[in-house]
DNA sequence: TGCCAGGCCCTCTTTAGGGCCTT
């Protein structure tokens, strides 16, 4: 199965719109349920944090500044990635600073990206809620670390990911869980999640996204 | 002057409002 590249940034505040810039990045390749590759870096965008994201990450503003410069960590970020299809916890979050930040450098940010969020509401509405602590700890996915560091963050999206791929198949008949399938699922209504899986069941052709 | 994200989803809905989720 081709690699999916899972994103997550850690950032000043929730909205590039309002001026707010990535600290950290990290991408974790998946491929076949397997975490094979990593990147990870803070960035110094030459903005500081205030204390509430110290808290909340423990990135301080020291650290950033012995930071490699924004534009440096995107265009590693980018070459790691390639032309992979993404997928991020609340995508339309990482999302926007992706395009933002790789806009700022010139790059190319047309990546298409499935959300865990989202397909988590659709296969597993029983849960408590869909944050990413809380799935981690319903679904008992291995510890990465501190929650809020980015790589600790797009490791158990990651793990998080492949507990829906592994449960596409043992549960509902899906022979191949690519992105396309991740795509199509996270689009569909709550209330056409089954019929949809059972079509895709039967279609293993339209799995492939061809 | 005052306010300031935004896309998704549910419901006491659809000419709307409010909660979730991310930092």
Redesign the pocket.
Known sequence: MSPIAVI????????P??GDRA?EVAIVMLEGGQVVDRYQSLMNAGVRVNS??TQ??GITNEMLQAAPPADQVMREAARFVGGRPMVA??A??DK?FWQDELSRCGQDASHPFA?T??LS??LY?QAP??????LAAYHHLPSTGRA?RALA?AETAAYLLAQMQHDLQARHGCGRVDHALLMGL?RV??HAVGAFLRQRAASPVLESGL
């Open positions: 997550d940034f850690e950032t000043t505040g929730i909205s719109g309002m600290t509430f994201i909340l990450t916890h609340n339309s979050f926007k959300c969020v989202l509401r659709r509405p809620n869909h944050q990413l602590g809380t809020h963050d996270q209504s709550r």
